[in-house]
């Protein structure tokens, strides 16, 4: 008998030992639509059913996009910090209940403080701008001595809200040394301080235009408006800055280059419109100290924090004014570095970690929000770091989180393999496994929306990409009419998937007449591949084997 050793199991198995016998038990539910499934011509197998199992995330699959030039996908790790969590959504703990019941008198005497000085600073704002056409030039002394009424009014606001004393340090520069500003954002009361503080021009979006009392007091500001979704609009306020920067007579800009709130727990991406003119920028930061009540307004509703503010004793703000930051004058420096150096002085100030958060992130967790999903944040991606990798905008994203939400994810936010077939309007097969397994960057079974974005971004990004889709094209329309049959279709398809039956060849086929008018246009088919990039893959066997006279033959040696 051979010496026991510390490695070797104490309980051999025998090969007469039974098998393990495992039994899966399906609800009516299932059963009733996996039949149903069957009668329409779509076959899933019993592993579908399950997640993408442990036998084939082991398996090493090849990579479906190689023919473009892929070199396969790298996604970073989920970050831990969530910053626009408000931490106080409910109110927690015996003290805050009493705080709250006590102070319910004095939010009462706050909230008509509060009303009498918005209406004051408002008829003092209105007049005046009363009578003032040129609003190319900088209010003239007068009005600017009558706003100061406003500016009263605006400190006595703040009052109400909690904020008796506002703690400073440091102190602003001068005008014609820093004629910028920018801070992080944490709360609406950050530009009520500043209004009351700097009396800047600020840069806004253009929905504040419309804001009862609060559009009217930001004109005052001489404010320059932006729709972040068009070009001309961001180019036409960075000149704006420039232009009211130039000029000594003009307040200084005020910018929050963060572009939305957070909770102040990190600093986000940092939009260039204050970088791009070159001038000096100081910046300032802002926090909020607190125990019991989180005062950011992230993901809670601002009828909910005001009624907060007002029902606490005192509401803690410090301000700190951080040394100018110049741009290098001895060295060509581009304006991304040049916001890096605010953005790490800012951070480091703050104490806190700078992240590639955006307000794309904000729309994509509303947009989760609004469907319902347990757990919002899971969909966050970073869209700054996207939009700078892969060129794809916030609403791009949007477009992209829609399709992955109608993979139905689980309640953490994940797709599983059969999930991810039926929205794709794929069948199980090596290379539905072999996409599936791309995105699948962990190994784990099942993906992420940032997966399946970075996946999809990868894909488009590829130099050979829009060259594929045209070749793709050509390679379907067989008949060279410029449009592409059910059964030209088909065709191609079956090369990649022999087994494709003629009701998947028609889900197919339906998702990429995206007009809906019986046949696929070539625009039909590049948006449908713009949309759904992942497809492509469909699309390999027909595009490497070149059997068309249309194919380009420089071109073809390339994907090969």
């Known amino acids: 008998m051979a010496k026991p050793d510390l490695t070797s199991p104490l309980i051999s198995s025998q090969p007469s030992d039974p098998p393990h016998v495992i039994v899966t038990v399906h609800d009516g539910k299932s059963v009733h639509y996996r039949e149903q499934q069957s009668r329409n011509g779509i076959h899933y197998s019993n592993q579908n059913h399950q997640s993408y199992n442990e036998t084939r995330c082991s398996r090493n699959l090849r990579d479906p996009f190689e023919f473009l030039g892929s070199g396969g996908l790298e996604v970073p790790a989920p970050t ?16 805050e209940m009493i705080k709250i019941v006590v102070c319910l008198p ?44 406003t500016r009263v009014c605006t400190r006595c606001i703040l009052f109400s809200f909690g904020y008796q004393w ?93 572009g939305t709130t957070s909770n102040g727990k990190a600093l986000l991406s940092f939009q260039l419109g204050a970088f791009i003119p070159g001038y000096p920028v100081q910046p300032i930061v802002v926090r909020y100290p607190h125990v019991h009540f989180d005062q950011s307004w992230g993901d809670i509703s601002l009828a909910r924090l005001m009624f907060r503010m007002f029902t606490q004793f005192h509401n803690f703000m410090e301000v700190e004014y951080l040394p100018v930051v110049f741009p290098l004058e001895n060295q060509k420096e581009n304006v991304a570095r040049f916001a890096e150096r605010t953005s790490r002085a800012m951070a480091t100030a703050l104490n806190v970690v700078q992240t590639f958060y955006s307000y794309g992130d904000v729309l994509l967790r509303t947009e989760a929000s609004l469907s319902e999903q347990d757990k919002p944040a899971n969909y966050m991606a970073e869209i700054a770091r996207v939009e700078s990798l892969f060129h794809i905008g916030s609403m791009e994203a949007l477009e992209f989180l829609n399709r992955f939400l109608s993979m139905n994810p689980d309640c953490s936010g994940r797709v599983v393999y059969h999930n991810f077939l039926k929205a794709l309007r794929l069948r199980d097969c090596t290379l539905s496994e072999e996409v599936f397994g791309f995105i699948n960057v962990d190994k784990n079974g099942s993906i992420t929306f940032k997966q399946f974005l970075y996946a999809s971004g990868h894909v488009m990004k590829q130099p050979l990409f829009r060259q594929a889709c045209e070749l793709a094209f050509a390679e379907c329309d067989v008949a ?27 889900e197919l086929f339906n998702l990429f007449d995206m007009d809906g008018d019986g046949s696929v246009s070539r625009d039909d088919f590049n948006t449908c591949l713009r949309k759904n990039p992942l497809l492509i893959a469909l699309f390999s066997a027909s595009l490497l084997s070149g059997n068309s006279s249309r194919t380009d033959d420089n071109v073809l040696e390339e994907i090969e």
């Open 80 to 95: 831990t910090v969530d910053p626009f969590r408000n931490h106080t959504h409910a109110i927690d703990g015996v003290y």
């Open 106 to 149: 004095i939010a009462a005497a706050r909230l008509v403080l509060f009303g009498l000085c918005l209406a004051l600073g408002y008829i003092a704002t209105k007049l005046a701008l009363q009578g003032w056409k040129d609003r190319q030039n900088p209010m003239p002394r007068w009005r600017c001595r009558l706003m100061w009424i």
């Open 166 to 258: 506002i703690r400073r340090k440091g102190k602003p520069a001068p005008r014609e040394i820093a004629p910028i500003v920018v801070s992080n954002h944490v709360s609406y009361i950050d530009p009520i301080f500043y209004f009351y503080e700097l009396f800047p021009t600020i840069v806004a979006s253009e929905s504040h235009d419309s804001l009862p009392f609060v559009g009217t007091i930001i004109r005052a500001m001489q404010v320059i408006y932006v729709d972040r979704f068009s070009p001309q609009s961001r180019k036409h306020a960075v000149n704006e800055i420039k232009r009211k920067a130039a000029c000594d007579t003009f307040p200084r800009v005020l910018l929050f280059p963060e």
């Open 480 to 506: 060279g009419n410029d449009c592409i049959s059910a059964k030209e279709l088909g065709a191609s398809l079956k090369l990649a998937i022999p087994n494709l039956n003629n009701h998947e060849i028609e």
